[in-house]
């Protein structure tokens, strides 16, 4: 069973990839920078996430979560993929103000980020031989940013134009005098593609020498305009909808509807200085979610349908790379309980996450969540240590 | 080099080009006729580097001329994750009209794409007026 749902995994993220075209073949690697923290809709379904209440983050074409558990045998028992289709598919339309979200006129497009929709799939092994196979979307249908943060946007876009431009002048000066490798002047693709890059490389060079002249000063403009970019906007409604399907007993068989959800997180984001310079927020959340589920076997006693509704909010805490967060969620309509857990997340590294969360997560029984997990890895085992903690 | 068929006529030859990126991007055409390129127009500010339909010159004047046409796009206002990606998703289309072939459209081949620069990438399309 898990070897048929790795397949499939693995073929829908060959599929995906197969479509970005041949422009570049390195792209198709999944490499530490695909990797993501496990807070996808396929495993927030499951109560599987660190944290339920969480904004998406669609920057990249393919995310590679692995949760905690490496069991004793050594084989991974949970993990999941989220791809993003809009990165494996061209766009003739796009700009980058339309990706960002606004006009020529600094008119905001608030619902321009559906575009970066996501998809995911997770493959959870649960106790008691259950295996669960979950699918979700998840997309950020509305998004209001600052007016002083699009202007901003919008002032370091002309600036670098500027910059471009010159840069342009530049190339224009060094082909005057060293013109460039045409193809009718080589017998082969190959041996034009050879001279060709060569002479690019010490264009490159040249051009980058060049602006520094004319006193384009490209590190500065390019950490600007990442500032800008990482700001977070002023309000964002996210909207998820997953499903999940069960397999019990190792057995393809005996499968069926597992869990069904689809819930919505206002987020509101505030800076904690007031000069706006720092990345440090406040972020408050506002969380509504419908579950509806069938077959949940507990301990291997069959527990009728239910329909639930979970409210809940969440206070977050973000300095630069680490974030501090507590959540409450109260569930009600057929199953009551609550969630209440805190969770802290800190980057190490640009693509290295301690991440983690402890509190009550619903169930009666068994219902202390210990996550922590250190990510960093995806092909290699070792390279990815789960320290699961003991649930009761 | 891929070419457009040009006539005898006085009639203009007219570009469009498509520009579909998440960079922040510029184009400039370029007409050679003998020695070096020279500059004809760039793109409007804030276009993304879109062009819309302006004329390169006339049939009878552009026979064995070469129009080039560079969009050089900047990953300044994209994450470090996102860069690969928008490059591997350029769309760019350019359109010739007014010659014997009517629109004529072509397609960025992957050796016109240039990125030995980690922060810029230019896209240079050459066509023969034949």
New interface residues.
Partial sequence: MRFFLLVFCLCFSTITFSQ?????N??NNVDL?DLEVPDNPAFILLDKAPQTIQRPNS???LGVSLLHDIVSEGTLNNMAIEVTPF??????????????GID?DLKQYPFSKLKLASVSMAYIKDKDSIINASFGVRATVFELKRESDVKDYYA???K??S???S??DC??NY??TN??P???DYTS?NL??IA??AY??A??AY??QCEKGKGVD?DT??TN??EI?NRKPAIAVDLAIAYNHRFIDNAFNSNGFGRFGVWSTTAVSLFLDKDQTSHNYVNIYGFLRYLHEKNNIVTGASIDPFNAYDVGVKAEVEFQKLSVGYEYINRSGDLEGYRSAGTIRYQVL?DIFITGSFGNNFQKQDDVISLFGIQWGFNNLLQSIGVPSPTN | MENYITDDSLKHIKLEMQAGVVGIAVTRVYIKDTGNYKKLFDSEPGAGGHISETKVGVNRLLENDILKVNTYMDLSNLTPQQRQKAIANIYIMYTLSGGVEGDKNFEVDPLEIDTTDPLRVLITKKLKFV
Avoid: C
Wanted: hydrophobic share 30%; proline share 3%.
């Fill in positions: 970005t075209g041949n422009n570049n390195n792209n920078d920057s990249r074409a990165w494996m598919t061209k766009h003739p339309n796009i700009t980058a103000l339309k990706f960002y020529k370091s876009y002309s670098i134009e910059n471009i431009f840069g342009l190339i224009d082909g005057n013109p460039e045409e193809e009718e693709r034009y593609a060709l890059q690019r490389v264009r490159t051009v980058q490209r403009y390019s305009m990442q970019i640009d």
